[in-house]
């Protein structure tokens, strides 16, 4: 391919001739650098999407959407109803404690009835007294609503206080069934009469004046012989001139004899409680008939016993 330049000016001509790839070349070069500078100007457009394509863009967003959606709806279902069995169950535990507390106070009203305590000494019925001088919050402080755990700590210091109070009740309670289980009262006998009392008297064997350290009880022979007072039994066989002796160790430098007994019915080391039936009333040791010969001996020395069984029981 030839290519002829005309000068005007001069009247003259140029050829040039052209390779088999110049033409291509050029007219690339020609043709692109148009082209490529629209295009660098924004000016050719870009490749459109298809409104198929857009749909089904549309379609896996709101897919996943409503996935996570209802993920979310259904943790918040399940988050509620453990949140519904957490607050029942908190329910039930109130009522429980509050009850507990009903409970609590009747049976401490009762003990205290029983007790016999002063009124008020025990006051179950209204909250525990409480004071202190007045410190006023200012305006800058918060204050806080009491929470439901607020309301659980005050039912749970309440069974406290009320624990703590049956716990003295009780001590005061077992204090007073220990002195009244070792308390000396009452007639060592269920039936019969009181024969002979204590001190000077004539002996119903020599007939002359002698000291009678006890009291007699007589009755029919066999009949029961009966503990005036809980102890631990220290002897229980036979003993110059008291026959089958019985003897009761009360603590507290006191202890009782029940002698002329048919049988024992307890051995040394028992532990008895008041109104036990320890022995069976007989004839035994020096006797004239079916009697229990009982003596009181408070730190060591005997004691005239009718000022003990005239005395009221607790």
Known sequence: MKIILVNKRYGGTRTIDLGRWTL????LSVLGIPTFIFAAL??????????KQIKLLSTDVQN????????????IELARQEAESKLEALTLKVAELQARIVRLDALGERLTNIAKLDNGEFDFSDPPALGGPENNLSVHDEFDVPTFS??????????DNRQHQLEVLEALLANQKI????????????????????GRRTD????????????DFAGKDGSDVIAVASGVVTWSSDRYGY?????INHGNGYKTRYAHCKENLV????????GQVIALMGSSGRSTGPHVHFEVFKHGRTVDPSSYIHRTRR
């Open 179 to 198: 002195e009244s289980d070792v308390f000396i009262a009452g007639r060592p006998i269920k039936k019969g009469w009181m024969s002979s009392r204590y």
């Open 243 to 247: 026959g089958n002796l019985v003897e």
């Open 267 to 274: 051995k040394v080391g028992d532990v008895v409680k008041k």
């Open 150 to 159: 607020v309301m659980l700590d005050d039912l749970a210091n309440r069974i």
């Open 64 to 75: 996943v959407w409503s996935d996570a959606l209802a993920e979310q709806e259904n943790d």
């Open 42 to 51: 924004g000016f050719l457009p870009t490749p459109s999407i298809s409104s």
């Open 24 to 27: 291509p070349v050029v007219a």
């Open 204 to 215: 119903p064997f020599t007939g002359r004046i002698a000291w009678h350290a006890g009291v």
